[in-house]
């Protein structure tokens, strides 16, 4: 019971946000999923409904523990995603943090993903 209200509560958080958050075409829609072993990041199209940018802690070349899902891979993770997301020609995007509380991992991969050069 305890469990299927904490999910409905993420759930509830997940579509008052993205009532507010859309991407565009110029500004892009940064989504980012934390669980409790890798960390995603995409950026959304969501007029066309087209992923054009996307990163996660499953990088191949690298060693499957390279970047874990703590803050000092999120910053890592964050700072990869703004270079790549700055080669595809993005430069300004909309932060979603999937109903997830502005701290933590998600406050560092924001924050790295600012100084890297990323608007938001």
């Not at 507010?20 to 890798?38: E, I, Y």
Request: charged share 30%; proline share 2%.
């Amino acid at each position: 019971m305890k469990l299927a209200n904490k999910t409905q509560l993420l759930q509830k958080r997940r579509w008052r946000i993205r009532k507010k958050v859309k991407g565009t075409a110029a500004r892009p829609r940064l989504a980012v999923c934390f669980t409790n072993k890798h960390i995603y990041a995409q950026c959304i199209d969501d007029t066309a409904g087209h992923t054009l940018v996307f990163l996660s802690s499953l990088v191949k070349g690298k060693e499957p523990s390279a970047i874990k899902a703590n803050v000092a891979g999120a910053s890592e993770l964050g700072k990869a995603f703004a270079e790549k997301a700055k080669a595809a020609g993005i430069e300004a995007v909309v932060f979603d943090r999937s109903g997830r509380r502005y701290h933590g991992c998600v406050k560092a991969f924001a924050d790295a993903a600012r100084e890297a050069g990323l608007q938001f």
